[in-house]
């Protein structure tokens, strides 16, 4: 008899990092194979506006959820229950209370994070006080090595297992770099992927283009991704305006399927100026090594465990547009340098990042921790 899982974990919509793999998961044969699953969404958002904040019908979806997942506990009996949680903020409260019961119905739980922050809260009287009961008695999955220090004044180094994200392989690549600079235009085009939210390196990466033209450099960087309360397309403009970059610098809303990917094969460079304090590991970047693109990003968060400084890309301090300036200009001319940097880029994605991989990874963790 298959050991059973109750997994307790987001999925879209809204579409965000964590809901997309926990689609993954959902959908999963190798996982599903291996284990007699059961699920539940834990996501009470509505959509990416919603999240964070807090009202009426909120509380009374999560009294719903809580029931549900008491009665789902208690028939399907799991040998784990996995669940993934927010490491602070309001919705930090709800997951404790659902961690809590599950532990008080005597369940071994695993967390897996797709988020952070515990470290920037731990000092805090209350926040110490409920992580360290959050933490007792339970084992962690994090993204990546470097995402430890987030946990560690909890959680034992051996209660931690570390599973790289992977996102499902091309159904039909572009070509890879090298072919990118034989555009007609001859103007090399940078991209960035992600929704509109200032954390997200938006303004540094305009103040990075403006010192390019200033230079008298040619290039085109696309925006693709949707509008936020921060930022939507007219404030956007405006800044563009502002950096006298009109032309150069281009938003086309969300795309998804060929449209999305149609960018990612005119792009030469990626780039992902991030400082989101929730950064954790942006699917993004992996979706930019899949096609052979060299990135360039922060330090954020488990960033360092997706890009090779100096071998598959950049990492810039946050907040520095001259920095990472200077990383767009090098790239923009050394063609080489720019395809050999995405060729390695692409190896290290189908050595680490794949779905496979990830699936894999996945089962011998969870089958590590079952309770027979």
Same mark, same amino acid.
């Not at 029931?67 to 506990?73: A, D, L, P, T």
């Not at 080489?336 to 189908?350: A, H, Q």
């Not at 794949?354 to 027979?372: A, G, Q």
């Given at each position: 008899?298959?050991?059973?899982?109750?997994?307790?974990?987001?999925?879209?919509?809204?579409?965000?990092?964590?809901?997309?793999?926990?689609?993954?998961?959902?959908?999963?044969?190798?996982?599903?194979?291996?284990?007699?699953?059961?699920?539940?969404? $834990?996501?009470?958002?509505?959509?990416?506006?919603?999240?964070?904040?807090?009202?009426?019908?909120? $509380?009374?979806?999560?009294?719903?959820?809580?029931?549900?997942?008491?009665? *789902?506990?208690?028939?399907?009996?799991?040998?784990?229950? &996995?669940?993934?949680?927010?490491?602070?903020?309001?919705?930090?409260?709800?997951?404790?209370?659902?961690?809590?019961?599950?532990?008080?119905?005597?369940?071994?739980?695993?967390?897996?994070?797709h988020n952070k922050g515990v470290a920037t809260h731990q000092n805090r009287w209350l926040a110490n006080a409920l992580y360290?009961?959050?933490?007792?008695?339970?084992?962690?999955?994090?993204?990546?090595?470097?995402?430890?220090?987030?946990?560690?004044? &909890?959680?034992?180094?051996?209660?931690?297992?570390?599973?790289?994200?992977?996102?499902?392989?091309?159904?039909?690549?572009?070509?890879?770099?090298?072919?990118?600079?034989?555009?007609?235009?001859?103007?090399?085009?940078? $991209?960035?992927?992600?929704?509109?939210?200032?954390?997200?390196?938006?303004?540094?990466?305009?103040?990075? $283009?403006?010192?390019?033209?200033?230079?008298?450099?040619?290039?085109?960087?696309?925006?693709?991704?949707?509008?936020?309360?921060?930022?939507?397309?007219?404030?956007?403009?405006?800044?563009?305006?502002?950096?006298?970059? *009109?032309?150069m610098a281009v938003y086309h809303g969300r795309k998804y399927g060929k449209d999305k990917e149609a960018f990612f094969c005119?792009?030469?460079?990626?780039?992902?100026?991030?400082?989101?304090?929730?950064?954790?590991?942006?699917?993004?970047?992996?979706?930019?090594?899949?096609?052979?693109?060299?990135?360039?990003?922060?330090?954020?968060?488990?960033?360092?465990?997706?890009?090779?400084?100096?071998?598959?890309?950049?990492?810039v301090p946050k907040h520095d547009a001259q920095a990472l300036a200077e990383k767009m200009q090098i790239l923009l001319f050394?063609?080489?340098?720019?395809?050999?940097?995405?060729?390695?880029?692409?190896?290290?994605?189908?050595?680490?990042?794949?779905?496979?991989?990830? *699936?894999?990874?996945?089962?011998?963790?969870?089958?590590?921790?079952?309770? &027979?």
């Open positions: 008899m298959k050991p059973k899982i109750l997994f307790i974990m987001h999925m879209p919509p809204p579409v965000h990092g964590a809901a997309m793999v926990g689609q993954y998961i959902h959908d999963s044969k190798l996982i599903n194979r291996e284990f007699d699953c059961h699920y539940i969404n $834990l996501t009470t958002a509505k959509n990416l506006q919603d999240i964070g904040k807090v009202g009426m019908r909120k $509380l009374l979806d999560f009294f719903k959820l809580l029931k549900k997942i008491r009665h *789902e506990v208690k028939v399907v009996k799991p040998q784990l229950v &996995y669940v993934t949680p927010n490491a602070c903020g309001g919705a930090f409260y709800k997951d404790f209370v659902v961690v809590q019961m599950i532990k008080a119905m005597g369940y071994r739980v695993v967390a897996h994070y360290k009961r959050f933490f007792k008695g339970i084992k962690v999955i994090l993204l990546s090595e470097c995402l430890y220090d987030d946990v560690r004044k &909890y959680v034992d180094r051996r209660d931690v297992f570390v599973c790289a994200n992977g996102i499902p392989a091309l159904q039909v690549c572009c070509s890879d770099s090298m072919l990118r600079s034989a555009l007609e235009d001859d103007i090399h085009h940078f $991209l960035f992927l992600s929704n509109l939210l200032i954390s997200k390196g938006i303004v540094v990466l305009l103040d990075a $283009l403006q010192i390019l033209k200033d230079k008298g450099h040619r290039f085109v960087c696309d925006f693709v991704g949707g509008e936020t309360v921060e930022m939507d397309a007219h404030m956007f403009a405006e800044e563009v305006a502002k950096r006298g970059l *009109e032309g005119s792009a030469d460079v990626f780039v992902f100026p991030t400082f989101y304090h929730n950064e954790c590991f942006p699917l993004v970047l992996l979706e930019a090594m899949e096609h052979g693109l060299p990135c360039i990003s922060t330090t954020e968060g488990g960033i360092p465990g997706i890009i090779e400084d100096g071998q598959t890309g950049y990492l050394d063609t080489d340098l720019r395809c050999n940097m995405g060729k390695n880029g692409r190896d290290k994605f189908e050595r680490e990042f794949t779905l496979e991989v990830f *699936e894999k990874r996945m089962v011998e963790i969870l089958s590590n921790n079952v309770k &027979y």
